[in-house]
C-alpha cells in the first residue's frame, strides 16, 4: 500500500484533498518561512513547498509526501499572514478594487523521485468600503491567511471574479496536484 502524507496542518488543504476520497496522514512541521527578496513569487512558494515537503519525508522515505505554500502578491509586493488585525485591514485595503495575484506552490517527493510545481491565478476585488473590510477582520477569518482573506469562507464577499484555478487560492490545486502524484507513480484507489 503506499502512503500519502500532508505536509502541512491547513485545514483547507486536508478539506481539498479528502474531496478526492484520498486516504492520506498529516504531518506538518515548523519550517523557516523566510526568503530570498530576490526571488520571483513562482520560486518562493516552490521553495517554501519543498522546504515543509522535505522535513517530512526525510522521517518518511517509503512515502508519497505533498508539501504546499501560497501567497498574495500585488503591487510586486508579497503579503503574507498578518501579524495583526491592523495589518489584515492594511492589506485588504490595499487590494480593494484590484487585481492581485495568488501563487501556489506544491512540492511532491516520493521514493523514487520528486517534482514541484506552482500556479498563479488573478483575483479582483470589488471596491470595499471600510466598515467591509473591518467587518471581515472582526470575523477573524483573515488572521491566518495570505493577503488577509479566504475566497471559500466569508471573503468570498470580497472576490469579484478570478482568472485561474480556484482550488490554488484555497491553497491547493487539486487536478494537479494529482495528476503530478500519477507522474511519480502514485496509484489512485479508484
Do not use: C
Not at 485545514?11 to 519550517?31: G, H, M, N, W
Not at 495583526?84 to 480593494?96: F, G, P, R
Not at 488573478?122 to 479566504?150: C, H, I, N, Q
Amino acid at each position: 500500500m503506499q502512503n500519502l502524507i500532508l505536509a502541512s496542518s491547513s485545514p483547507r488543504r486536508k478539506e481539498l484533498l479528502e474531496t478526492l476520497q484520498l486516504t492520506f496522514a498529516i504531518s506538518s512541521s515548523e519550517v523557516d518561512e523566510s526568503f530570498d527578496p530576490s526571488l520571483s513569487p513562482e520560486e518562493v512558494v516552490m521553495e517554501l513547498a519543498e522546504r515543509k515537503a522535505q522535513v517530512i519525508f526525510k522521517e518518511n522515505p517509503e512515502s508519497f509526501v505533498i508539501g504546499s505554500d501560497t501567497i498574495v502578491v500585488a503591487d510586486n509586493r508579497i503579503l503574507g499572514k498578518p501579524a495583526d488585525e491592523a495589518e489584515a485591514i492594511s492589506m485588504l485595503q490595499s487590494l480593494s478594487g484590484r487585481k492581485h495575484e495568488v501563487f501556489t506552490g506544491v512540492s511532491i517527493m516520493s521514493p523514487t523521485s520528486s517534482t514541484r510545481f506552482y500556479e498563479k491565478t488573478e483575483v479582483w476585488f470589488w471596491e470595499l468600503t471600510d466598515e467591509e473590510v473591518r467587518s471581515y477582520v472582526k470575523s477573524g477569518e483573515p488572521l491566518d491567511k495570505a493577503g488577509a482573506y479566504g475566497i471559500q469562507q466569508l471573503g468570498s464577499m470580497l472576490v469579484k471574479k478570478i482568472h485561474g484555478d480556484y482550488f490554488a487560492v484555497v491553497g491547493l490545486p487539486v487536478a494537479r496536484t494529482v495528476r503530478e502524484l500519477q507522474q511519480l507513480g502514485y496509484q489512485l484507489p479508484y
